[in-house]
């Protein structure tokens, strides 16, 4: 079972940068399905960033181009930089594992098995 410790996040003006780390531990998740995702108030749990075992990444729509998901296997660490942030960025973010998923389940939080405790980040 894998540990997962998120931390960065913050408060920052809309159109400004947050990096975000997930560290993990109890097992080395070189070969996992990784992700990030968001959790606004009153909404559901949304999949924004993934990288798959071969190091394949996914973003959903609302967040192209603006961030990108990377990992560090020696350090065991996940990250997610966010670039051109905007007020409806804001939310708790996860970062979540799974030995392995269907690419096309990707982005869907049920299908992820080991979560962190989020980290708040706060767009104004």
């Known amino acids: 079972h894998v540990q997962l410790v998120e931390s960065g996040g913050g408060s920052v003006q809309a159109g400004g940068s947050l990096k975000l780390s997930c560290v993990a531990s109890g097992n080395n998740i070189r070969t996992y399905f990784v992700g990030w995702f968001r959790q606004a108030p009153g909404k559901e749990r949304e999949g924004i960033a993934i990288m798959d075992s071969i190091g394949s990444e996914t973003y959903a729509d609302s967040v192209k181009g603006r961030v990108t998901i990377s990992k560090d296997n020696a350090k065991n660490t996940l990250y997610l930089q966010m670039d051109n942030l905007k007020p409806e960025d804001s939310g708790t973010y996860y970062c979540?594992?799974?030995?392995?998923?269907?690419?096309?389940?990707?982005?869907?939080?049920?299908?992820?098995?080991?979560w962190g405790r989020g980290t708040q980040v706060t767009v104004s």
């Open positions: 979540a594992t799974v030995k392995s998923v269907p690419r096309v389940h990707g982005l869907i939080a049920d299908a992820y098995n080991s």
